[in-house]
């Protein structure tokens, strides 16, 4: 029970079978680093399904994109305490419905992987096994931040790509998710190297799921409309 005196904080249900999962992937590898990767891999393989699941919901929702404009243009005159407004919101739902679309489920993988970061941030930052460990070329140790902050640039870079692969619907939102990357950047630039290198796989993994999903349902088009992911361009 004295495992039990080292506190991982409140992602303890994750962050104890991450560790114990990287520890075993380590006895046959014998590099946390390269083992940080390989647990990456077979969490994001894990994850495919739904990320693959809500990108197509994401697809849909940008081909409603025109119906939804339509419908708030024709309330546009009206001001936010106007009862009438609730019309607008009802019709909207009611189209989204009548699509199977829900426009929530575009978040659900993020709110997902936010655990998963966090509970190896905990993991990396007080794991011993993890402390002085290093991977390879200059991160000597897992537990510390890249000297050369060259793996939080390129974990950035990484990210600032795969939003530019995401369909968003609404342009407004684009805007906010484009400045992501930098706040996530800011952040990792001090972040341990093991979290850096985790974060850095999962967004290259996720590209190529992206492009995989792009193989499947086709790229997406702008301007389209119609039901079932089908419309005019």
């Not at 495992?3 to 075993?24: D, E």
């Not at 002085?132 to 931040?145: F, R, T, V, Y």
């Amino acid at each position: 029970d004295l495992v039990r005196s080292i506190h991982y904080g409140i992602f303890s249900f994750l962050a104890v079978p991450l560790l114990r999962s990287l520890k075993w992937i380590n006895a046959f590898v014998g590099n946390y680093g390269w083992s940080i990767i390989i647990l990456t891999v077979l969490i994001n393989i894990v994850m495919f399904p739904l990320k693959h699941k809500s990108v197509v919901s994401m697809r849909r929702m940008q081909q409603l994109q025109p119906q939804l404009k339509a419908i708030q243009e024709r309330y546009a005159n009206m001001k936010l305490t106007d009862p009438g407004r609730s019309k607008m919101n009802e019709e909207m739902m009611a189209l989204y419905r009548k699509e199977g679309v829900n426009p929530a489920s575009g978040c659900v993988p993020m709110l997902l992987t936010m655990p998963v970061l966090f509970a190896f941030y905990a993991m990396l930052s007080v794991a011993v096994e993890i402390r002085g460990e290093p991977w390879a070329l200059w991160i000597k140790d897992l537990s510390q931040h890249d000297p050369y902050y060259i793996t939080p640039i390129l974990m950035g870079a990484s990210m600032l790509w795969q939003q530019s692969m995401t369909p968003v619907a609404d342009p407004a939102q684009q805007k906010i998710m484009m400045l992501t990357p930098i706040m996530f950047l800011v952040f990792f630039l001090w972040a341990p190297s093991g979290l850096v290198i985790y974060w850095l796989m999962s967004n290259l993994i996720g590209i190529g799921q992206q492009y995989a999903t792009n193989r499947i349902i086709g790229k997406p088009v702008v301007g389209t409309r119609g039901r079932g992911g089908e419309g005019e361009g």
